[in-house]
């Protein structure tokens, strides 16, 4: 070799290991899927880019399970954002001695099936320290209701195991019952099931505590981190409020989701909450509030439901960016709750709404008598932090004046993600925890092949037709040219000798 070649040779390998060093630096990841199945959302990010320990990832999948590529990208996009995520995957049928000591350990369920392969109830497990929490398939994709598609979840189960095992204690949640409230168990469609269970999977406890009625020296509202007042029907009496004073002052944070009601014939009033209003520096309304502004208001209705803006506030982060909405809020049959300083606004009307003290132009179906009033802007929800006592938790209270954005359909209809956002940042900021995971969901997919009658012909056509005809043609092109070559190669040249013979007879 030369001394050219040589100089070539050291340059290319001095190259390659430049463009490897930079690209070990500098990594970088590109999400070329159309859904954007590998690109991360913001909760995520924070909760990646927050970790302090390392937190275990382990993979009980074997390597055929089809949810295991998705997983090992989703994971390695984990892993581009922080050094803290430890990942391996464990195959029950190849690891068996591996799978035996954590099933042994974790309390994991797994059976075979009749083709011998081993199924679990957990897909991943996700482990800090002595804490640990399972994620099952059916946490990692939801069918949808057509039966034909389902909607991937990898990201949002992913990051709320995460999430889950970072925190080291678990406060109790408490839902006020006997006022007729929204049920933490209903999973209706006004029901309060999906919030529940979102609180549950957030590592937080939730309790049922009675209010009304006769106590039966029940616990109260001792022990309560937060308590939920979820859509009462009925008036509190003063034993009922004073005790929610009385926790407040203790310590115990409220999310108070208000919804208007009447209290005598058509007219609309507070239901005996107003000291638990001026704990929290606001007024109640006691009213019902319609929007006029066609841009917010949705067209069925006088303008009861509509599209309330956010303000910018810990309440609602990812709601807003700057002065301006990102995510809108839908409230339908809302009060307005006026807050003082210090207290804050968290949502509001347009300039363009109106407040009813009554339900009667509403019963009486004479909407002119409804929107004929004065217009303002009016405030839907207040945030507001009592004075710490010392060495303890921050108190606070959020007064919402609708109940219906924590309702079950907020958190299955994919339309309504501000509300979702809303409520869980709401009860994780009356809670001081960090923000409860909410990532955006992504759109469904098909499930294998759907066929129609045109695309059946369309299969019949290249299965019958064109695929064997191009293989007749390419046969016929190859036997074609393999006799041109074999005719070719039987010629002999002329000799000189030959022709000159030839010429002479």
């Known amino acids: 070799m030369n001394r050219a070649g040589a100089i070539g040779v050291v340059a290319a390998v001095a190259v390659t290991l430049n463009l490897?060093?930079?690209?070990?630096?500098?990594?970088?990841?590109?999400?070329?899927?159309?859904?954007?199945?590998?690109?991360?959302?913001?909760?995520?990010?924070?909760?990646?880019?927050?970790?302090?320990?390392p937190v275990d990832v382990t993979l009980l999948?074997?390597?055929?399970?089809?949810?295991?590529?998705?997983?090992?990208?989703?994971?390695?996009?984990?892993?581009?954002?922080?050094?803290?995520?430890?990942?391996?995957?464990?195959?029950?049928?190849?690891?068996?001695?591996e799978f035996a000591a954590l099933q042994k350990k974790y309390g994991i369920v797994a059976a075979e099936t009749g083709e011998g392969q081993t199924v679990t109830d957990a897909s991943v497990l996700i482990t800090q320290a002595d804490r640990h929490w399972f994620v099952t398939s059916d946490d990692l994709l939801r069918l949808e209701p057509d039966g034909e598609r389902v909607r991937p979840k990898l990201e949002q189960a992913l990051t709320e195991g995460i999430a889950n095992v970072l925190v080291r204690t678990r406060s109790t949640v408490c839902f006020s019952t006997g006022h007729e409230e929204?049920?933490?168990?209903?999973?209706g469609p006004d029901g309060l099931a999906e919030l529940r269970t979102r609180i549950e999977k957030n590592n937080f406890e939730v309790e049922e505590r009675k209010l009304g009625g006769p106590r039966q020296g029940g616990p109260g509202l001792e022990g309560c981190r937060v308590l939920v007042i979820a859509?009462?029907?009925?008036?509190?009496?003063?034993?009922?409020?004073?005790?929610?004073?009385?926790?407040?002052?203790?310590g115990t944070s409220v999310l108070a989701l208000l919804s208007?009601?009447?209290?005598?014939?058509?007219?609309?009033?507070?239901?005996?909450?107003?000291?638990?209003?001026?704990?929290?520096?606001?007024?109640l309304g006691g009213n019902l509030v319609l929007e006029t502004d066609p841009a917010r208001r949705l067209p069925r209705g006088v303008g009861e439901v509509f599209f309330a803006k956010p303000r910018a506030h810990a309440v609602t982060h990812g709601l807003t960016k700057g002065d301006q909405s990102v995510f809108?809020?839908?409230?339908?049959?809302?009060?307005?709750?006026?807050?003082?300083?210090?207290?804050?606004a968290l949502l509001e009307s347009s300039e363009q709404a109106v407040a009813l003290d009554s339900l009667k132009p509403i019963l009486e179906r004479r909407a002119d008598l409804a929107l004929d009033r004065q217009r303002s802007r009016q405030v839907l929800a207040v945030a507001h932090e009592l004075p710490p006592a010392p060495g303890g938790a921050p108190t606070r209270i959020v007064l919402v004046g609708s109940a219906t954005v924590a309702q079950n359909r907020s958190f299955r209809e994919a339309a309504l993600y501000g509300n979702r956002l809303f409520v869980e940042n709401a009860l994780a900021w009356v809670a001081a925890r960090p923000t409860l995971v909410s990532v955006p969901e992504k759109p469904p997919r098909e499930i294998g092949l759907s066929l129609s009658q045109e695309s059946l012909g369309e299969v019949l056509r290249y299965v019958m037709i064109y695929m064997p005809g191009t293989a007749a043609l390419l046969g016929a092109f190859v036997l074609l040219r393999r006799r041109a070559v074999e005719t070719r190669s039987?010629?002999?040249?002329?000799?000189?000798?030959?022709s000159t013979d030839a010429t002479r007879s």
């Open 20 to 53: 490897n060093l930079l690209a070990s630096r500098f990594y970088e990841r590109w999400d070329l899927t159309r859904e954007a199945l590998y690109t991360l959302s913001e909760p995520t990010l924070r909760t990646l880019h927050g970790l302090a320990e």
């Open 61 to 97: 999948l074997g390597r055929s399970d089809p949810l295991n590529p998705s997983l090992r990208q989703l994971l390695s996009a984990y892993g581009a954002e922080t050094g803290k995520l430890r990942v391996r995957q464990i195959d029950p049928e190849q690891h068996p001695a």
């Open 182 to 187: 929204l049920g933490a168990f209903d999973a």
């Open 231 to 250: 859509g009462p029907r009925l008036h509190f009496d003063a034993p009922d409020t004073e005790a929610i004073v009385t926790a407040t002052k203790s």
């Open 260 to 283: 208007p009601a009447p209290v005598e014939q058509e007219r609309l009033g507070a239901l005996g909450l107003e000291p638990l209003a001026e704990l929290a520096v606001a007024k």
């Open 328 to 344: 809108d809020v839908l409230v339908s049959e809302a009060q307005s709750v006026t807050p003082r300083a210090p207290a804050e």
């Open 490 to 498: 039987r010629r002999r040249p002329e000799s000189p000798g030959e």
